[in-house]
Each structure stands twice: as C-alpha cells, then as structure tokens.
C-alpha cells in the first residue's frame, strides 16, 4: 500500500483520494456450514483442474480452510463471517471497494442469485455501519 501511494504522489496525484479495491472470490449463504458445503466442491474440482495444468499439488479441504480463515484469500461463510472479513481487509489494507466474484457456471443459478442478495442486503449493511462508526471515531479523535 506504501509503494502504491508513494508512486501516486510521486505522479501528481492525491494518495488520499486513492481508490483501493479487492476482487476476492466466495460465497455467502444462510450459514457458514452452509456456504462451506456448497462452496468447496465446485471450488475444489476448478482448483485441481488449474492445478493439473500448473503442476500444483491436489486441493484439498485443508487448502480450502487455510483460505477462508480471517486472513486467508476466500470469502466464504454467513454474512457476518463475510462482512468480517472485509471490514479487517479494510482496517488492515485500507480499501475502499471490495468485490466478491461468486461461481458462474459450477453452482446452481438460485444458489448463486441467493448470494449476491446476502451480499447486497445483509453483508454490505454491516459493513457499511463499521465503517461509518470508525471512520466517525477517527475524525472525532482528530
């Protein structure tokens, strides 16, 4: 993030009116085993198939694991696993736009359909608010 906002600056623009985006895949269901059970085959079988052709080792349920975990790269769980997660990518990498490609193809339509309005109508309000309430609690402190 130092380097990305050094070489704005450096190229005339404001490192504070920087916009800092996450493209991150996933999958947000009613529960966290929910999203688990639904996301990990059709993520597994596309893993090892890219695997196969780059000569990584098998993926397997501990890979999948190790990448949802807080820090790890997969959004995966309940909304409030979700939101989370980027709330801590936010603090911690300071991003401003976050985006969560879900399955296309490899998972039924309304399995899909169903995660986007989890994302829209119960992830984004969370994180929004966290947002709001440390980005006031900041202010207040200057």
């Known amino acids: 993030m130092k380097l990305y906002k050094r070489a704005a600056e450096k190229n005339g623009h404001d490192p504070a009116k920087l916009t800092v985006a996450s493209h991150s895949h996933g999958f947000v269901a009613e529960s966290t085993d929910i999203a688990v059970e639904k996301f990990f085959p059709p993520t597994q079988q596309a ?10 080792g098998a993926y397997t349920r501990a890979s999948f694991d190790q990448a949802r975990s807080l820090e790890g790269a997969l959004y995966v769980g309940d909304a409030e696993t979700v939101a989370e ?28 359909m169903k995660a986007i309005e989890l994302l829209g109508k119960e992830v984004a309000p969370i994180v929004r608010a966290e947002v709001d309430k440390w980005e006031s609690e900041e202010q207040a402190d200057l």
């Open 47 to 56: 893993m090892n198939v890219l695997g196969r052709e780059r000569g990584w």
């Open 85 to 112: 997660k980027i709330i801590f990518l936010r603090k911690n990498v300071g991003i401003t736009r976050f985006m969560l490609h879900v399955p296309v193809g490899s998972m039924p339509h309304e399995d899909v």
